[in-house]
C-alpha cells in the first residue's frame, strides 16, 4: 500500500463548479497534511495546509481532514481555468522521518471554459 | 524575502563531470531539502538538513553529496551521474524540520546527463 494515494485523473470540470480531490493515507501518527499544485514544467506550489479534523477555508480553496478515516480533500470552488495544473496532496510523517513530506502521485485537473 | 533560489535553472552534464547545484533563502528557515521528480511522478526525498546538520537520507547514491556551509545556503555536488540521473532537483526550505510547517519550493534546476 502506497505511503499517500490520490486519483492520478484526469479531472475535468466546466468553469465556475466545484472540484473535488481526494487524498488517502496510510500512516495514522501523520499529523500535518498539505495541498500543493503544480503547473507543468514548474515547481510545487502551497495552497493550503490542515493540522485538526474538519474544514479550513481560504478564499476559493476548502481543505477537509478526517484522521479517523484517513482521509484529506481539497475543494476548489467557482474552478477558472488557470486552475488547471496537477495537485499534489503530501503528508508530514512524525518519528523517525521528521520532517520527511511525502507526496502523493498527483491529481491532474483540467478546467474547460 | 520569500523566495528559495535556485541555480542553475538547467544544466546539461556528461556522466564523468563534476557539477554542482546551487539553493539559497533568506527567510530564517533552519530546514532545507532536496527533491528529485521524474517526469509525471511526484517530488521524492533526498535529503535533510536541520540547523545545517545532514538529519535526513534517503539512501541516496554516493553520486549524490549535499553540503550545508550556512542556514542560506544548501548545494549538491554532482560527480559520476547516470542518465537515469536526469531530472528536475528542487530545493525547498521550512522554518523546521517539522510536522507542522509547509514547505517553500525553489523553481529547480533541470539535469539533464548525457
Known amino acids: 500500500q502506497k505511503e499517500v494515494e490520490q486519483n492520478s485523473g484526469p479531472l475535468s470540470v466546466p468553469e465556475g463548479a466545484i472540484a473535488s480531490l481526494n487524498c488517502t493515507y496510510s500512516?495514522?501518527?501523520?499529523?500535518?497534511f498539505f495541498w500543493y499544485r503544480q503547473y507543468s514544467g514548474k515547481s510545487p506550489e502551497l495552497i493550503m495546509s490542515?493540522?485538526?479534523?474538519g474544514d479550513k477555508e481560504d478564499g476559493r480553496f476548502t481543505a477537509q481532514l478526517n484522521k479517523a478515516s484517513q482521509y484529506v480533500s481539497l475543494l476548489i470552488r467557482d474552478s477558472q481555468p488557470s486552475d488547471s495544473a496537477t495537485y499534489l496532496c503530501a503528508v508530514n510523517a512524525g518519528g523517525t522521518s521528521y520532517g520527511k513530506l511525502t507526496f502523493g502521485q498527483g491529481t491532474i485537473l483540467t478546467v474547460h471554459p | 524575502d520569500t523566495e528559495v533560489t535556485q541555480t542553475p535553472k538547467h544544466l546539461v552534464m556528461g556522466m564523468t563531470n563534476k557539477k554542482s547545484l546551487k539553493c539559497e533563502q533568506h527567510m530564517g528557515h533552519r530546514a532545507m531539502y532536496w527533491y528529485k521528480q521524474k517526469a509525471k511522478k511526484p517530488p521524492e526525498l533526498m535529503f535533510v538538513y536541520s540547523y545545517e546538520k545532514l538529519s535526513i537520507n534517503e539512501s541516496v547514491p554516493s553520486r549524490f553529496s549535499p553540503e550545508c556551509p550556512n542556514s542560506s545556503l544548501l548545494n549538491l555536488h554532482l560527480h559520476a551521474l547516470q542518465p537515469e540521473d536526469s531530472a528536475l532537483y528542487l530545493c525547498?526550505?521550512?522554518?523546521?524540520?517539522?510536522?507542522?510547517?509547509?514547505?517553500?519550493f525553489g523553481s529547480g534546476t533541470r539535469l539533464t546527463v548525457v
Open positions: 525547498a526550505s521550512s522554518q523546521r524540520a517539522g510536522q507542522d510547517y509547509g514547505y517553500t
Open positions: 490542515i493540522y485538526s479534523n
Open positions: 500512516d495514522r501518527v501523520s499529523q500535518s
